[in-house]
């Protein structure tokens, strides 16, 4: 099956700064990779999806690229603000019937004021 | 209509109890899921419903009872849980079949069995 990971575990970052975190994937079937943010005790919720007919996915401050030869993927804040502290899951999966996402182990980020 | 109902938010119950979790989606969405998720881990899969029926469940002890009556509601029944069993609870919704889009989550049910 497949298997995600995912680094840092934890990211300390100072306000205006970038945040990168980086997942691999061991399913070079998998085809969709979506990231969540999940704040302290609320649902994990979507922010940027990237699929694998693209390199590169933009959206305001957050970015996702794609290295499908490397199965890699990473998400990049820009401008990191408070309000980006929180928990952030990549995932995978096939996109087939029964859409299994499997998720990376989550990195805890701080953006310190 | 672009949420996923989860009710109860909270519930405690004892090890002997029988309790039901429930879930809702309007979004015409035909696979509907259910996580576990434990403190400072990623979500678990346990069981994915597509088209109203099981199609994956990822070794779930028999404790744990999935039901989906139909295309909108997705329950799951508890019964002789363990205190182990106690996690953030969550389902999701996604179009079903090729081209998946990202899951809907709705916000749990926080289970502690005592």
């Known amino acids: 099956g497949e298997n995600v990971e995912q680094h840092p575990s934890t990211l300390s970052v100072q306000e205006g700064d970038s945040a990168v975190i980086k997942c691999t994937y061991s399913d070079s079937a998998s085809n969709y990779f979506p990231w969540y943010k999940q704040e302290l005790g609320k649902r994990p919720q979507l922010i940027i999806d990237?699929?694998?007919?693209?390199g590169e996915k933009k959206d305001q401050r957050i970015a996702v690229t794609l290295n499908k030869t490397a199965k890699h993927f990473s998400l990049h804040i820009t401008e990191t603000q408070p309000e980006d502290s929180a928990v952030y899951f990549c995932?995978?999966?096939?996109?087939?019937?029964?859409?299994?996402?499997?998720f990376g182990g989550g990195t805890r980020v701080l953006v310190k004021p | 209509d672009t949420e996923v109902t989860q009710t109860p938010k909270h519930l405690v119950m004892g090890m002997t109890n029988k309790k039901s979790l429930k879930c809702e989606q309007h979004m015409g969405h035909r696979a509907m899921y259910w996580y576990k998720q434990k403190a400072k881990k990623p979500p678990e899969l346990m069981f994915v419903y597509s088209y109203e029926k099981l199609s994956i469940n990822e070794s779930v002890p028999s404790r744990f009872s999935p039901e989906c009556p139909n295309s909108s509601l997705l329950n799951l029944h508890l019964h002789a849980l363990q205190p182990e069993d106690s996690a953030l609870y969550l389902c999701?919704?996604?179009?079903?079949?090729?081209?998946?889009?990202?899951?809907?989550f709705g916000s749990g049910t926080r289970l502690t069995v005592v």
């Open positions: 990237i699929r694998s007919n693209v």
């Open positions: 999701a919704s996604s179009q079903a079949g090729q081209g998946v889009r990202g899951y809907t």
């Open positions: 995932a995978a999966t096939r996109g087939a019937a029964g859409n299994k996402l499997t």
